[in-house]
């Protein structure tokens, strides 16, 4: 079946850049998207890029794909206090027979953590 | 605002106990989700729906069942709670390619 796989920590000082990395396995994977979650809350739609995309930028955050290497990453720019969260990526399968729902399959999480 | 509402952000229940989880979204989506979470281990797919009385299995089944009566409700059962199922449980919504919408979630104790 479908894996996704993340590294749980990150430690990053205020100011600087954050990369979060994540490899999936399922090569027919449609979107793939990253998620935060702060303490105590549910998961909330950060971005996503579609398969056939190299690269998508969104104010701070930067997503890059290579679909070679099955592998995603998120960049957060001039990383703030406000980031430390829970980041999950997903990857959400080729929908299939007909059905219109299309399964997310999440990584473990990596919990980032920004130092003043 | 668009929203999924899960009914409890707290629960503590005993072992052998039959509890019921409940999910509402107010946008009309089509597919509902029950996902549990825990440290380390991401999210896990319990249960899925994609229509009204319709039900698929997802990663890890075992020990829960679930009940969607009409389109705006998704219903988690554990039909006997186990100290294992100890952990925070997530509902999400989505209609059709669109994202998903997650609610708070509920974070479950069985003592």
């Known amino acids: 079946g479908e894996d996704v796989e993340q590294s749980l920590f990150l430690s990053v000082r205020e100011g600087d850049s954050s990369v979060i990395n994540c490899t999936y396995t399922?090569?027919?994977?449609?979107?793939l998207y990253w998620y935060k979650q702060e303490p105590g809350a549910g998961l909330q739609l950060l971005t996503y890029?579609?398969?056939?995309?190299d690269m998508k930028q969104d104010q701070r955050l930067t997503v890059l794909l290579n679909k070679k290497d099955k592998h995603l990453s998120l960049r957060i720019a001039d990383t703030q206090t406000g980031d430390s969260a829970i980041y999950f990526c997903?990857?959400?399968?080729?929908?299939?027979?007909?059905?219109?729902?299309?399964?997310?399959?999440f990584g473990q999480g990596t919990i980032l953590t920004v130092h003043p | 605002d668009v929203k999924v509402t899960q009914s409890s952000r707290y629960l503590v229940k005993r072992t052998g106990e039959k509890v019921f989880l409940e999910c509402v979204q107010d946008m009309d989506h089509e597919n509902m989700f029950w996902y549990r979470q825990d440290p380390g281990l991401g999210l896990r797919l319990i249960y899925f729906s994609y229509d009204v009385k319709m039900k698929e299995k997802g990663d890890i089944p075992e020990g829960y069942s679930v009940s969607r009566e009409k389109k705006e409700r998704f219903s988690l059962i554990l039909e006997s709670a186990s100290t294992n199922q100890t952990s925070m449980y997530l509902c999400?919504?989505?209609?059709?390619?669109?994202?998903?919408?997650f609610g708070s979630g509920t974070r479950l104790t069985v003592v």
């Open positions: 399922d090569s027919s994977s449609t979107y």
């Open positions: 999400a919504s989505n209609q059709a390619r669109g994202g998903y919408t």
């Open positions: 890029i579609f398969s056939n995309m």
């Open positions: 997903a990857e959400r399968e080729r929908a299939s027979g007909g059905t219109s729902y299309g399964k997310l399959t």
